[in-house]
T-cell receptor
Framework: GQQLNQNPQSMFIQEGEDVSMNCTSSSIFNTWLWYKQDPGEGPVLLIALYKAGELTSNGRLTAQFGITRKDSFLNISASIPSDVGIYFCAGRNSGAGSYQLTFGKGTKLSVIP | DTGVSQDPRHKITKRGQNVTFRCDPISEHNRLYWYRQTLGQGPEFLTYFQNEAQLEKSRLLSDRFSAERPKGSFSTLEIQRTEQGDSAMYLC?????????????FGPGTRLTVL
C-alpha cells in the first residue's frame, strides 16, 4: 500500500541536542499526526495537526503542517534518553470519506547519554 | 486501564491453522480500526468499523481475513489458513466522533508468528 516518505530513516544524537525529522507525500492530506512507538508496543499519539501552516507543540515536541499539505515536520528539543524509539508520521485524507491513516516507515531515534 | 486492549499479545501458530484476535476499544469509542505492521514498516490499514458496521476494507484484507464487531463494542479479527506471510503485528485502534478528526489511539498489538 501507499506509504509516506520519512527522513531520516535513523539518527543518533547526543542527549540534550535538538532533533528534526520530516515526512513527505505525493498526495494531499488534511490531517497529519505524529506517533511514537516503543519496541513491542503500539504507537502512541504525540501531536495532531488539522490546518495547513499550523504549528502545534506538546512539551518539548513541536510539529508543523506544511503549507502544501503534502508534508509535515517534527522537532524535539533538548532530547533525553526516553525519547528513544521510532517516530511515525501519518496522514489522513477525509475528502473521500475515508478514516484510514497512511503511515510512513518511521524514523528510528537513538539518544546517546 | 482505560486504553485499547488486545488479546492475545503473542500468538505462534502453524501454517494452515486459523487464528482469532480480540480488540477492546476505549470505552464509548464508536470507531474501531485494524492495522497490520511488518518489521521495519509503518502500520498498514486493514479495515474500519463505525459501531457495528464495517465501512472500509483495504485490498490487503484478503478473503482469508474476516473482522467483526457484532455489538459495536469489542472486535475480532480472524485469519483462516494462515500463511507465513501473515506473520506481523496486528494493531487495533479506536477513536470517537467527539475527538479530533483522525486521532486514533492504538492498543499494544498482537504479534503473530506463523511457522
Amino acid at each position: 500500500g501507499q506509504q509516506l516518505n520519512q527522513n531520516p530513516q535513523s539518527m543518533f544524537i547526543q542527549e540534550g541536542e535538538d532533533v528534526s525529522m520530516n515526512c513527505t507525500s505525493s498526495s494531499i492530506f488534511n490531517t497529519w499526526l505524529w506517533y511514537k512507538q516503543d519496541p513491542g508496543e503500539g504507537p502512541v499519539l504525540l501531536i495532531a495537526l488539522y490546518k495547513a501552516g499550523e504549528l502545534t507543540s506538546n512539551g518539548r515536541l513541536t510539529a508543523q503542517f506544511g503549507i502544501t499539505r503534502k508534508d509535515s515536520f517534527l522537532n524535539i528539543s533538548a532530547s533525553i534518553p526516553s525519547d528513544v524509539g521510532i517516530y511515525f508520521c501519518a496522514g489522513r485524507n477525509s475528502g473521500a470519506g475515508s478514516y484510514q491513516l497512511t503511515f510512513g516507515k518511521g524514523t528510528k531515534l537513538s539518544v546517546i547519554p | 486501564d482505560t486504553g485499547v486492549s488486545q488479546d492475545p499479545r503473542h500468538k505462534i501458530t502453524k501454517r494452515g491453522q486459523n487464528v482469532t484476535f480480540r480488540c477492546d476499544p476505549i470505552s464509548e469509542h464508536n470507531r474501531l480500526y485494524w492495522y497490520r505492521q511488518t518489521l521495519g514498516q509503518g502500520p498498514e490499514f486493514l479495515t474500519y468499523f463505525q459501531n457495528e458496521a464495517q465501512l472500509e476494507k483495504s485490498r490487503l484484507l484478503s478473503d482469508r481475513f474476516s473482522a467483526e464487531r457484532p455489538k459495536g463494542s469489542f472486535s475480532t479479527l480472524e485469519i483462516q489458513r494462515t500463511e507465513q506471510g501473515d506473520s506481523a503485528m496486528y494493531l487495533c485502534a479506536s477513536s470517537s466522533t467527539s475527538g479530533g478528526p483522525g486521532e486514533q489511539f492504538f492498543g499494544p498489538g498482537t504479534r503473530l508468528t506463523v511457522l
